[in-house]
């Protein structure tokens, strides 16, 4: 049983959550596919883009209230969640983080052609970020995630609205 929390409505703090990071520096853009076997209330898997235990930002797939929704909870001090419903596939979900000039932009996709915009936020400025696969079950443990497709690039620079 693993989690990433920071304090907002339940009061405590947990740096648990399984995360392999590499270091990146600069402006990014990072994506991965993700495939799960989510179940439980909070099964969770996706990106994490990460600062410190007290700066950081997943983004991802979790089960809440039932359903499998779109998420992410940005955390510079304490954590805010937002969701939204998932209409993919079983085959799973593309995600997209581009960090850069102090702006986290998050994009998903059902097919990595069309990406449309989850979330647009100021993100802290940092020498180096840890970018990478994140999973979390914070009820249970034997959640199965597969995660392919990751890369780190530099910062596409698209236009808002360019959902390529």
Same mark, same amino acid.
């Given at each position: ?20 990071g ?6 990014? #853009?990072?994506q991965?596919? =993700? ?5 439980t @209330? ?7 883009v ?6 950081? =930002?997943?983004?991802g =797939? ?9 998420g992410? =909870?940005?955390t ?8 939204g ?9 593309? @995600?997209?983080?581009?960090? $850069? ?14 990406w449309? @915009?989850?979330?647009l ?7 180096v970020? $840890? ?11 034997g @959640? ?5 497709h ?13 959902? #390529?």
């Amino acid at each position: 049983m693993c989690d990433f929390w920071q304090q907002t409505h339940y009061g405590f703090c947990r740096d648990t959550g399984h995360f392999l990071g590499v270091s990146v520096t600069g402006d990014f #853009t990072a994506q991965v596919h =993700v495939q799960g076997d989510f179940k439980t @209330l909070y099964d969770q898997a996706g990106l994490m883009v990460r600062i410190d235990e007290r700066n950081w =930002v997943k983004t991802g =797939v979790e089960v809440s209230d039932g359903a499998l929704m779109l998420g992410s =909870v940005l955390t510079c001090g304490q954590s805010d969640w937002a969701t939204g419903a998932f209409d993919g596939a079983s085959s799973g979900l593309w @995600l997209r983080v581009t960090v $850069a000039n102090g702006v986290m932009r998050i994009q998903h996709s059902s097919d990595a052609l069309r990406w449309p @915009l989850l979330r647009l936020a100021p993100f802290p400025a940092s020498d180096v970020y $840890a970018v990478g696969p994140m999973c979390c079950s914070p009820e249970r443990g034997g @959640l199965e995630v597969v995660f392919s497709h990751f890369e780190v690039m530099p910062a596409l620079g698209k236009d808002l609205h360019d959902l #390529t």
